[in-house]
């Protein structure tokens, strides 16, 4: 059974950073692709970061480029999100989630992702 769980949101002021982490069970971690998404309330669920399964490849949204990064750690099955600069319209709830196939570089659209963790609330406050 693959599981994914996400830890390190909470509250932080406009401009203050947070550091999400991603812990994989029941998979082969280092075959697949990662990703970060957000979804704040009522919108969609939109793609935020992805890195590939070696982590040599990276992309992120328009909105967060340069400000968020992301990163993996294969021996820990662990995949990370750094979050600087943050502002109000970063606030949300992010989810990580796994590829649905190995060995693919990019994955952005959501249905390429078969694992969702519960995702982790991270609110800015102005």
């Known amino acids: 059974q693959v599981q994914l769980v996400e830890s390190g949101g909470g509250l932080v002021q406009a401009g203050g950073s947070l550091r999400l982490s991603c812990v994989v069970s029941g998979r082969t971690f280092s075959r697949y692709a990662m990703g970060w998404f957000r979804q704040a309330p009522g919108k969609e669920r939109e793609f935020v970061a992805g890195?590939?399964?070696?982590?040599?490849?990276?992309y992120y949204a328009d909105s967060v480029k340069g400000r968020f990064t992301i990163s993996r750690d294969n021996a820990k099955n662990t995949v990370y999100l750094q979050m600087n600069s943050l502002d109000a319209d970063d606030t949300a709830v992010y989810y990580c989630a796994v590829a649905r196939t190995p060995y693919i570089n990019i994955v952005k659209r959501s249905y390429e992702y078969d694992y969702w963790g519960q995702g982790t609330q991270v609110t800015v406050s102005s």
């Open positions: 890195i590939s399964a070696t982590g040599g490849t990276t």
